[in-house]
């Protein structure tokens, strides 16, 4: 058997331990220099069994961020934003008074400007780990305003600038917000024209409605065993965190997008070295990560250093991930999310473990 065909082996056997492990559909594909590996495993729909394949489309959450990021620093190249201007300078009425001006566009960026995460005040019942309120908001549209509310009136984290940051959908709404704001177009549309468009992402963008266009996977929230068996949230109204996690894109596409952006087809290499200055910034889950403006970057010792985004909606969990070079890339799909129990936290859980060995096989192993 051939180098190649053993690496191949060994991602699918890699793929089919995320599915064994207790994962419905998992969907990946892997890229080494010039070679390119697609794999899926496992179903895309609980009770028709139908399988999960690669090429399926996918809401891939907190990735939308990098897109986003990249559409602020396009404005900025074009002199029409300051990275480092008081966002009270161009939304006063969101912002108000002394936070308004000691919040900086760099801070919505990274995650350091000490406003609240929403989330907890738009699904209330989240606060109690149930999952009424997920039900309750299924077709409800939310206004961005509505919502950056919230997280401006909620309880500040921490002081603007301060670190470690706390993660917060609530800056990237204000950015969508900023982004129209500059360009009198709706921001998806903006995000669409200048970032997504040109760069060829021809299966990626922001849903017109609930339902995902295109084939996709059933997506199953488990919202930490609270939700048992878990539910179906694959149509749902995502006004509640558009331009913080609202994309749908494909495994394909996020490769191409991270290629081109590390390659500096995306932003200039300035705007990207500005991407990837890095602060400490405590996660949603907990960890402290080291974030830039809309991307984070990782370490597997022995292998070097990997940028990327990962994110998760109701029911979907997405990762992409390319090395410093730009030589190695994987990106991943998978139709269940938070399926570990609180009573379990410190224990090792089988799909962690089986998402770790295709993470590592995908990044590291042969080529």
Known sequence: MTEENTAAKNLKSALDGVHLAGVPGVFAEIR???????????????????????????????????????????????????????????????????????????????????????????????????????????????????????????????????????????????????????????????????????????????????????????????????IDPPRDYSVYNMSWVMTGAGLISTVADLNRFYRKLLDGEIVKPSSLAEMQRLVPVIAQDGRTIDYGLGLYKTEIPGHGTFWGHDGTVWGALTMSWISADGGRQFSAAMNLVRWRKPDAEGAPHPIDDALATLKHQALCGPA
């Open 32 to 226: 080494a220099g010039e070679r390119i590996w697609r794999g899926a495993a496992g179903v895309a729909d609980l009770e028709t069994g139908r399988p999960v394949e690669a090429g399926m489309r996918q809401r891939v959450g907190s990735i939308t961020k990098t897109s986003v990021s990249a559409a602020v620093l396009r404005q900025v190249e074009e002199g029409r934003l300051g990275l480092d201007a008081p966002i009270g300078d161009y939304l006063p009425q969101l912002v108000p008074g002394e936070r308004g001006r000691t919040i900086t566009v760099r801070m919505l960026l990274n995650h350091t400007s000490g406003l609240a995460e929403y989330l907890p005040y738009a699904f209330p019942s989240l606060k109690e780990l149930a999952p009424g309120s997920l039900d309750d908001n299924r077709f409800r549209r939310f206004r961005p305003v509505e919502l950056i509310a919230m997280g401006v009136g909620a309880p500040a984290t921490g002081e603007p600038g301060s670190t470690p940051g706390i993660y917060s959908n609530t800056n990237y709404l204000l950015l969508g917000e900023l982004l129209e704001h500059l360009t009198g177009t709706p921001a998806e549309e903006h995000i669409s024209r200048a970032v997504i468009d040109p760069a060829g992402l021809a299966s990626t963008g922001f849903p017109a409605g609930p339902p995902i266009v295109g084939p996709h996977p059933r997506m199953y929230e488990a919202l930490f065993g609270a």
